[in-house]
């Protein structure tokens, strides 16, 4: 499977990495989503993409009306399975846990974002593209290491793209990165996987995705009627960024929502 590109932090130059430090301080998490990542390789895209929704994370409003997106809803209670058959110990069950929940907490706020962006562009909202000025933010609690890749051995990897064909429904190069953190853990990713193909074939997934979505889409298009004006110097992306927006906005807002139920189902599976 091809893989999606995307600028990892640690290689940001400076402006990229000041954008980033600002989408961890808003998202509360050590954390820049792989969608953030993956604009950053379109130039001006991910400047253009948080001169539109970057306000809008830094006033806590993603963060307030996020709330309650992350529900499990209809999933039978049945379906939800032990994961301790995976052979962690109880540290790396809880660093497991602290993570999954960094993922909880950010993809909801992540899905809004990108609705916005969506009505944005459609709607032909200009934007001011200003890097965020440094700012001296809070330590935040480390996650597990997200491991490249191209360095998880070739089993896990074919475990990994499984699980990125049931996410996504489709060979997009999409290998969400919730997944890649527990590559270290191989027996816990095959047990995921087991237990999500019958979910994802059933329906089960996709029935709550679909209210996600739903309720994603009323929230998004309230604060996008009451988004400030663009201001001085705001401009719309070129044809380039715009068409790699676009690409990215089609390919993410459903991989999020099922992420969103499947973060919810493996927190609980973990605390089992």
């Known amino acids: 499977m091809p893989v999606l590109d995307e600028l990892p932090v640690e ?12 989408i961890e301080a808003s ?12 604009l950053a390789t379109v130039p001006g895209a991910l400047e253009w993409a948080w001169g539109t929704v970057g306000p809008v994370f830094e006033n806590g409003v993603f963060a307030e009306r996020s709330r309650g997106l992350g529900t ?14 995976a052979g962690l110990s109880n540290i790396q069950s809880q660093r497991a846990i602290e993570t999954v929940d960094a993922y909880n907490l950010a993809n909801p706020m992540n899905a809004l974002s990108l609705r916005v962006l969506a009505i944005a562009l459609e709607t ?5 593209c200003r890097p965020p000025v440094p700012v001296d933010i809070p330590e935040l609690p480390a996650l597990l290491p997200m491991t ?15 699980l ?12 969400p990165s919730l997944f890649r953190h527990f590559a270290a853990w191989p027996d816990l990713l095959t047990g995921l996987a087991d ?5 994802a074939e059933d329906g089960v997934i996709e029935r709550q995705v679909a209210a996600i979505s739903k309720k994603s889409d009323e929230i998004a298009r309230d604060i996008f009627a009451q988004l400030a004006p663009p201001g001085d110097g705001a401009v719309l992306p070129d044809a380039a960024t715009r068409d790699a927006l676009l690409k990215t906005i089609e390919i993410f807002p459903p991989t999020i929502c099922r992420m969103i139920v499947i973060g919810g189902l493996l927190h609980t599976a973990l605390r089992l």
């Open 11 to 22: 290689n940001a130059p400076e402006g990229i990495r000041n954008i980033y430090a600002a």
């Open 27 to 38: 998202l509360s998490v050590k954390l820049v989503n792989l969608v953030y990542r993956h």
């Open 72 to 85: 499990l809803g209809d999933i039978p209670a049945t379906t939800i399975v032990s994961l301790s058959q």
């Open 124 to 128: 032909g909202r200009p934007a001011v």
């Open 148 to 162: 490249p890749l191209e360095r998880v051995a070739p089993e896990t990897r074919d475990t990994l793209f499984h």
């Open 164 to 175: 990125a064909r049931l996410t996504t429904g489709q060979n997009s190069g999409l290998v």
């Open 195 to 199: 237990w999500l193909e019958p979910l």
